[in-house]
């Protein structure tokens, strides 16, 4: 089309210069053909604008200068009109170039900045996401169709898969990760070329990289944590049981070598008798109590669910006490129409036999130890509540943690409650601590959709 | 004290416990053999057949659940398993396959010998008498009749029946599915609700005071026994 401008200038050139002529001298006439060459200098090429010099010093000289219509260039005025002509076109056209091509690298340099800028609030929000512990398989994706041109069209996609599925009007580039596999796909024609989609691609997979890296070190500090806590309750279990077992074992024993020298009188062997039948009862319930928490912390408590008649367990728990406390009172005020709940009997026996065990414990001489319950809010709830000293404020959100001992550190093995917690939680239940009235553990259970009655 | 020196098979590994359980059956009246594993068991059962056996769970050369489907081939004889607390399962199997009951280690003497005495007299046959005491209890089998200490209870069609299923084995476990199959039927294996409801119907009218009973006991997920009250 330069060609085209070239003719078109020096035409209305020559139409003005027409419609001037008469008016002005032909001297002046010149400078509005310099300005047509002018004119098509700045838009177009140096080729064209020596063209537009040489043709407009023809059109100047064949139309306006005597002899007119002929070609004839003979004046020094027209030589040195020529030499303007091609200087002017030439410096011009120059400057001109010089221009045209510092627009060209801002715009360029402008485009470069706001694909940096779009590809910059992509990376950082993938890193803050990386950062904050996200999965990026799940995150990634999301965030990059989040961004979007000024315009609001998307302009990124990212498909955690090997193979890539990408439309035409995308570039397609594979993430180089060593941990994962997945495509980026960059829309054309919003500004990016296919150099900044791999230059993104790169930083995306950099930051998967870290990711993956950070999920494997999260990985191996869990297990590393979970194996110190283990450390930690081995030896825990260790001291308890070096402790503990010790002064039983001493106790039958000494009964046990009195029992072999003569000489003893009923009432003595009856003595030493009864002090190795209780001993190697408290070993036996230390034994069973270990057994049960390492079952609980192992996951392994495995309920065998059946239809649960709550007086049922806690009369036996209640029974179990009983006989191994001397009798100590325990008033049990269930609601007759307590309905079933469904849990494995024996694991609640246990519980309510801990609790009522820890609420003798902790009982004044002959205080009845209290069992309420009732329903409401879709849970059956049991209450075992005694009157003794309450639990100091600092010592209540312990009281469930294995080994702990709380008020004063009667004979138990200080895993009572943890066991209790354990198998309620196994079962569906939650259970609670109030000290609102004296010291009540509450455990409550779904209340399940009662069966049909029988026929 | 046993009767005519009937002679019990007790099976357990621990020699300990062999010479423990041996002085003890011996000294209350009954004749008493041992074996520490299984096969040696099951020699001993088919060369002398036992009146009863007394089988660990845990034996080295297999498990006490094992022993009893074994024997129950041929042998109704009786078989008291010893469970450990977190054998539940083993438990409840070994009574699946044919044991007839089962004491808790580690447990009093009285308690297994009352245990011995129960399997005993059921594969005795006491069915002679139709009227079965347990403490206070009097429970009429031909008539449908339960007193307790001279006063008569009013039972229920099904409480009736559950009560004298538990009385004809008195102070012997009777599993679950024995109570529901006696009284409702084959087919009704499962529904252990009909029994918590009943059984605590029973023990409103029955137990001197039914928050703490004392006839009727639960064994948690196994069954229930008619029980002697302690005092």
Same mark, same amino acid.
Do not use: C
């Given at each position: 089309?330069?060609?085209?401008?070239?003719?078109?200038?020096?035409?209305?050139?020559?139409?003005?210069?027409?419609?001037?002529?008469?008016?002005?001298?032909?001297?002046?006439?010149? %400078?509005?053909?310099?300005?047509?060459?002018?004119?098509?200098?700045?838009?177009? $090429?140096?080729?064209?604008?020596?063209?537009?010099?040489?043709?407009?010093? =023809?059109?100047?000289?064949?139309?306006?200068?005597?002899?007119?219509?002929? =070609?004839?260039?003979?004046?020094?005025?027209?030589?040195?009109?020529?030499?303007?002509?091609?200087?002017?076109?030439?410096?011009?056209?120059?400057?001109?170039?010089?221009?045209? $091509?510092?627009?060209?690298?801002?715009?360029?340099?402008?485009?470069?900045?706001?694909?940096?800028?779009?590809?910059?609030?992509?990376?950082?929000?993938?890193?803050?996401?990386?950062?904050?512990?996200?999965?990026?398989?799940?995150?990634?994706?999301?965030?990059?169709?989040?961004?979007?041109?000024?315009?609001?069209? +998307?302009?990124?996609?990212?498909?955690?898969?090997?193979? +890539?599925?990408?439309?035409?009007?995308?570039?397609?580039?594979?993430?180089?990760?060593?941990?994962?596999?997945?495509? %980026?796909?960059?829309?054309?024609?919003?500004?990016?070329?296919?150099?900044?989609?791999?230059?993104?691609?790169?930083?995306?997979?950099?930051?998967?990289?870290?990711?993956?890296?950070?999920?494997?070190?999260?990985?191996?500090?869990?297990?590393?944590?979970?194996?110190?806590?283990?450390?930690?309750?081995?030896?825990?279990?260790?001291?308890?049981?070096?402790?503990? /077992?010790?002064?039983?074992?001493?106790?039958?024993?000494?009964?046990?070598?009195?029992?072999?020298?003569?000489?003893?009188?009923?009432?003595?062997?009856?003595?030493?008798?009864?002090?190795?039948?209780?001993?190697?009862?408290? =070993?036996?319930?230390?034994?069973?109590?270990?057994? $049960?928490?390492?079952?609980?912390?192992?996951?392994? %408590?495995?309920?065998?669910?059946?239809?649960?008649?709550?007086?049922?367990?806690?009369?036996?728990?209640?029974?179990?006490?009983?006989?191994?406390?001397?009798?100590?009172?325990?008033?049990?005020?269930? +609601?007759? $129409?307590? +309905?079933?709940?469904?849990?494995?009997?024996?694991?609640?026996?246990? %519980? /309510?036999?801990?609790?009522?065990?820890?609420?003798?414990?902790?009982?004044p001489p002959g205080v009845p130890v209290r069992v309420s319950g009732g329903t409401g809010a879709g849970r059956v709830t049991v209450r075992v509540t005694d009157r003794g000293r309450g639990i100091p404020a600092a010592q209540r959100a312990q009281v469930f943690e294995p080994f702990f001992r709380g008020r004063d550190s009667g004979p138990g093995s200080g895993l009572g409650l943890a066991i209790v917690r354990g198998f309620v939680e196994a079962n569906h239940g939650r259970i609670q601590l109030s000290t609102s009235d004296g010291t009540s553990f509450a455990v409550s259970f779904p209340a399940a959709r009662q069966p049909a009655p029988s026929a | 004290m046993s009767k005519g020196g009937e002679h019990v098979l007790v099976v357990d590994d621990e020699p300990q416990i062999l010479r423990a359980l041996g002085v003890i059956l011996r000294n209350a009246g009954y004749a008493v053999a041992t074996a520490a594993t299984k096969s040696e068991a099951l020699d001993a059962v088919s060369v002398r057949p036992p009146d009863a056996m007394v089988l660990d769970l845990v034996l080295p050369d297999g498990s006490g659940v094992d022993v009893t489907s074994e024997v129950r081939t041929w042998s109704q004889l009786p078989i008291i398993v010893l469970s450990a607390v977190g054998d539940e399962r083993e438990k409840v199997r070994a009574l699946d396959v044919g044991a007839?009951?089962?004491? @808790?280690?580690?447990?009093?003497?009285? *308690?297994?010998?009352?245990?011995?005495?129960?399997?005993?007299?059921?594969?005795?046959?006491?069915?002679?008498?139709?009227?079965?005491?347990?403490?206070?209890? *009097?429970?009429?089998?031909?008539?449908?009749?339960? &007193?307790?200490?001279?006063?008569?209870?009013?039972?229920?069609?099904?409480?009736?029946?559950?009560?004298?299923?538990?009385?004809?084995?008195?102070?012997?476990?009777? @599993?679950?599915?024995?109570?529901?199959?006696?009284?409702?039927?084959?087919?009704?294996?499962?529904?252990?609700?009909?029994?918590?409801?009943?059984?605590?119907?029973?023990?409103?009218?029955?137990?001197?005071?039914? &928050?703490?009973? &004392?006839?009727?006991?639960?064994?948690?997920?196994?069954?229930?026994?008619?029980?002697?009250?302690?005092?």
């Amino acid at each position: 089309m330069s060609a085209f401008d070239a003719v078109a200038a020096i035409a209305v050139a020559t139409a003005a210069v027409a419609a001037l002529d008469g008016l002005t001298s032909a001297a002046n006439l010149r %400078v509005i053909y310099l300005l047509a060459v002018l004119f098509v200098t700045i838009r177009r $090429d140096e080729a064209t604008a020596i063209a537009t010099a040489v043709g407009s010093v =023809l059109a100047l000289n064949y139309f306006f200068i005597e002899p007119r219509h002929q =070609l004839r260039i003979s004046h020094s005025e027209d030589v040195v009109a020529l030499a303007v002509f091609l200087v002017a076109a030439l410096v011009v056209g120059r400057l001109a170039a010089t221009a045209r $091509d510092r627009a060209d690298e801002a715009e360029s340099r402008e485009r470069l900045a706001r694909v940096r800028e779009q590809e910059a609030r992509l990376i950082a929000r993938v890193a803050a996401e990386v950062l904050g512990g996200a999965s990026i398989d799940e995150r990634l994706p999301a965030i990059a169709a989040e961004s979007t041109d000024e315009d609001g069209r +998307p302009l990124v996609r990212v498909e955690m898969r090997s193979v +890539p599925v990408e439309s035409q009007d995308e570039y397609a580039v594979r993430l180089p990760t060593g941990s994962r596999s997945g495509w %980026v796909y960059v829309r054309r024609n919003l500004g990016w070329e296919r150099a900044d989609a791999e230059r993104l691609a790169v930083a995306l997979a950099r930051l998967i990289d870290v990711a993956a890296e950070r999920e494997r070190l999260a990985v191996q500090s869990a297990q590393a944590d979970a194996a110190r806590h283990a450390d930690v309750l081995k030896t825990a279990v260790l001291h308890a049981v070096s402790h503990d /077992f010790r002064s039983p074992l001493t106790a039958i024993t000494t009964a046990a070598s009195g029992l072999s020298e003569g000489g003893l009188s009923e009432q003595d062997r009856a003595d030493l008798v009864s002090v190795i039948e209780t001993e190697s009862q408290r =070993l036996a319930r230390m034994v069973t109590d270990l057994l $049960d928490l390492s079952r609980i912390q192992a996951g392994a %408590v495995d309920p065998r669910e059946d239809w649960v008649d709550l007086h049922d367990v806690v009369a036996g728990a209640a029974a179990q006490v009983r006989t191994a406390n001397g009798d100590h009172p325990v008033a049990i005020e269930l +609601p007759v $129409d307590l +309905p079933l709940v469904q849990a494995d009997p024996s694991q609640l026996e246990r %519980v /309510f036999s801990n609790l009522i065990e820890n609420a003798v414990r902790f009982s004044p001489p002959g205080v009845p130890v209290r069992v309420s319950g009732g329903t409401g809010a879709g849970r059956v709830t049991v209450r075992v509540t005694d009157r003794g000293r309450g639990i100091p404020a600092a010592q209540r959100a312990q009281v469930f943690e294995p080994f702990f001992r709380g008020r004063d550190s009667g004979p138990g093995s200080g895993l009572g409650l943890a066991i209790v917690r354990g198998f309620v939680e196994a079962n569906h239940g939650r259970i609670q601590l109030s000290t609102s009235d004296g010291t009540s553990f509450a455990v409550s259970f779904p209340a399940a959709r009662q069966p049909a009655p029988s026929a | 004290m046993s009767k005519g020196g009937e002679h019990v098979l007790v099976v357990d590994d621990e020699p300990q416990i062999l010479r423990a359980l041996g002085v003890i059956l011996r000294n209350a009246g009954y004749a008493v053999a041992t074996a520490a594993t299984k096969s040696e068991a099951l020699d001993a059962v088919s060369v002398r057949p036992p009146d009863a056996m007394v089988l660990d769970l845990v034996l080295p050369d297999g498990s006490g659940v094992d022993v009893t489907s074994e024997v129950r081939t041929w042998s109704q004889l009786p078989i008291i398993v010893l469970s450990a607390v977190g054998d539940e399962r083993e438990k409840v199997r070994a009574l699946d396959v044919g044991a007839d009951d089962y004491i @808790t280690k580690p447990f009093g003497t009285e *308690e297994l010998l009352a245990r011995l005495r129960a399997v005993l007299r059921r594969a005795g046959d006491e069915r002679d008498d139709p009227v079965v005491k347990v403490g206070g209890l *009097e429970i009429d089998l031909t008539d449908r009749r339960v &007193s307790r200490d001279g006063e008569e209870i009013h039972l229920t069609p099904i409480e009736f029946d559950i009560l004298r299923e538990l009385a004809q084995h008195a102070g012997k476990l009777v @599993t679950q599915r024995q109570l529901l199959q006696a009284v409702w039927g084959p087919g009704y294996d499962l529904e252990t609700h009909y029994l918590r409801v009943h059984v605590a119907h029973i023990r409103a009218k029955v137990e001197p005071d039914p &928050s703490h009973p &004392s006839y009727v006991i639960t064994e948690p997920g196994v069954g229930y026994r008619l029980h002697e009250p302690a005092s």
